[in-house]
């Protein structure tokens, strides 16, 4: 599985951003796919993740509430969409692809996706 992450970009404190990640092949739908960040200076953290078939997401505390993960097998894309910004939340947004699940753990994941950048200004 290929994965493309795009929809970063700027924007103000208070604002919204919808992330995509589209994925190559015919098996999106056999995997569970997570959203991770990564400020600078920092680890890599879980945002958010997504059940196979969409019915089942799990959230950091710190994006619960104002995150939304969703997926459209169809069209073989992921997609998180982001309310009410702040300012920590910007970092480079990675998006990954697990067999066995949608955790928190990025050693459970199998595929990444290169990272979007988001920025919200205060």
């Known amino acids: 599985v290929q994965l493309q992450a795009s929809g970063g970009g700027w924007v103000q404190a208070g604002g919204s951003l919808r992330l995509s990640c589209a994925a190559s092949g015919r098996t999106f739908g056999r995997y ?35 995150f939304t993960i969703s997926r459209d097998n169809a069209k073989n894309t992921m997609y998180l969409q982001m309310n009410n910004l702040k300012p ?35």
């Open 32 to 66: 569970g796919m997570g959203w991770f960040r990564q400020a600078p200076g920092k680890e890599r953290e879980f945002v958010a993740g997504i059940s196979w078939g969409g019915r089942m997401t799990y959230y950091s505390d710190s994006v619960k509430g104002r």
């Open 88 to 122: 920590e939340d910007t970092a480079a947004y990675y998006c990954a692809a697990d067999k066995t699940g949608w955790g928190e753990a990025k050693s459970t994941y199998d595929y990444w996706g290169q990272g979007t950048l988001v920025t919200v200004s205060s």
